[in-house]
């Protein structure tokens, strides 16, 4: 009586540790799920980017309403690799004329902030620019 | 009747070791195995999850230096700017779902260990009383 009770109890226990390994088993199949869909929402991130823009050529002669007159030189050594536009904006400069598009980018750094303020309470980048481009001069 | 009492005790030993020992072992088995897959499944998940973020992260951040580069020189820099403003946004949301993934992942570690932990338990309750005439011996 009791080996019969005990094989019966022995099926019941196999039957729920067969429920855990499919349960775990589901587990990793949905975190593995969970991953394709981010690797795939990453992707289509990354082609969604518009980064052209980023790519085409600055016109050299076009110069900011309000830049230094230093500005296109200094602009020329960025282009050629000479000289790089983050060490210009941090102001670890010695030369005056480029002190003086430091200076300048600083200010072109406020001017983003403030666009990017109006942006964020609903204003489209070129109304943003604008508005914030208007007030300083181009 | 010492020789009969001796068979008694070597059939119910028999029967412990085939119907119950065997299959114990047999199912913890299977247990550590299920627990190893999970593991090794976990490991490499990470592994994906962190080389895809870090790949993004990469692309993401030398979009941005180079926008911004052109931003700080353009003349009117309105295009450039709702560009940046696009990539800075696809990269917010990459790393947020990227860190809900990670959560997400490790809530399911848990899980699958607790079952695995209610697996062991359930063993030792089952197997309860089967080495009491060893203790008393």
Known sequence: MRAAGNTAGMHDWEREL?????RVNERVYESERALERWRL?????????????????LDPAAVPGDAPEQFREVVARFDSGELDWQTVVSGSVEDEGERAVSMWMDRR???????????RRGMTAEEAYDEVAGRVGR | MSGSGTLGASRAFDYHLRSRWMKAFEALAQTA?????MCESMAAQYEH???GLLYTLTYFLSQIKKGLGKIMVATNWAKLAAALYGVVSSLYDLIVDGVKLAVEQVQMFIE???MISATVVMLRHQMDGDFDALKAG
């Open chain 1, 109 to 119: 750094l406020g001017q983003l902030q403030a666009a990017g303020r109006l942006v």
């Open chain 2, 112 to 114: 699958g260990f607790e």
């Open chain 2, 33 to 37: 195995d299920t627990l190893q897959q």
């Open chain 2, 49 to 51: 999850t962190v080389k």
């Open chain 1, 18 to 22: 067969a429920e855990i390994r499919r």
């Open chain 1, 41 to 57: 929402h990453a992707e289509d991130r990354l082609a969604d980017a518009d980064t052209a823009v980023f790519e085409e050529p």
